[in-house]
């Protein structure tokens, strides 16, 4: 049982693929020694430029499932086909030694964490526009063309669930989103209010998003 703290608490960064998220958690993890990353693990193929045990625990899908079904995971999701999953034990252990324990996941993951640990701490982070995440995604190379696709049609998906977190930090310059970010968690940490929900800012912003584009279905 994961015991809620204010002081203490999961932060949640999600992101469409190609958002920027993992970029920005490093440069988190970079200013603050009191927060702790939370290695996600995946049966998705080891990309040239990842590392096991750094950037994910790389594991089989006979191996991920065996894992679910004995408890271990405190989320899990499949994701462009692919499974994703966040330690279970690992977030209790670092909660319960006062650290704040930071995770970039999917919505889906992102939603099951908030139902377990009310207090967490959940940001959306986009780019300035659909555009340029395609842009992003395109240039990054690391996709197969059945893969891109995947991810690009999961991008409407993930940006109708920006209501369902406590910020949207957008994307646009990589220091000043990081120094947003480490601002929300440090006003979330002393219980100020900073922001609150609002349908129709959420509105505005996904409509700004899609603007430059013409091809959503």
Same mark, same amino acid.
């Given at each position: 049982?994961?015991?809620? +703290? ?49 950037? &994910? ?7 991920? @499932? ?16 692919? &499974? &994703? ?11 319960? +030694? ?6 970039? @996941? ?6 099951? *964490?908030?139902?377990? $640990?009310? #207090? ?7 780019? =300035? ?8 995604? @395109? ?12 991810? $690009?049609?999961? !991008?409407?998906?993930? !940006?109708?669930?920006? =209501? ?10 990589? #220091? ?17 209010? !900073? ?8 509105? #505005? @912003? ?9 091809? *959503?279905?």
């Amino acid at each position: 049982m994961i015991r809620n +703290n204010k002081s203490y608490f999961p932060i949640v960064i999600a992101s469409p693929s190609g958002g920027g998220k993992t970029t920005i958690v490093k440069g988190i993890l970079r200013k603050r020694s009191d927060i702790v990353y939370s290695i996600s693990y995946t049966t998705r193929e080891r990309r040239k430029n990842e590392i096991n045990e750094k950037d &994910y625990f790389f594991v089989s899908k006979t191996e991920f @499932i065996a894992m679910r079904e004995s408890g271990k995971f405190l989320e899990w999701a499949k994701v462009h086909n692919f &499974y &994703y999953g966040t330690s279970k034990r690992f977030v209790e252990t670092n909660m319960q +030694n006062k650290k704040l324990v930071i995770m970039d @996941i999917d919505v889906q993951g992102a939603r099951q *964490v908030r139902q377990k $640990i009310p #207090n967490t701490l959940s940001i959306f982070v986009i780019p =300035p526009s659909f555009k340029i995440l395609k842009e992003r995604l @395109i240039k990054r190379d690391t996709e197969q063309n059945e893969s891109l696709k995947i991810r $690009i049609e999961n !991008v409407h998906r993930e !940006v109708q669930c920006l =209501p369902e977190f406590n910020y949207l930090v957008i994307n646009d310059n990589l #220091n000043k989103t990081v120094s947003k970010v480490l601002n929300i968690i440090d006003a979330y940490q002393h219980n100020l209010i !900073v922001w609150k929900d609002n349908k129709e800012y959420f509105d #505005n @912003i996904f409509n700004e998003f899609y603007e430059e584009d013409n091809n *959503v279905d």
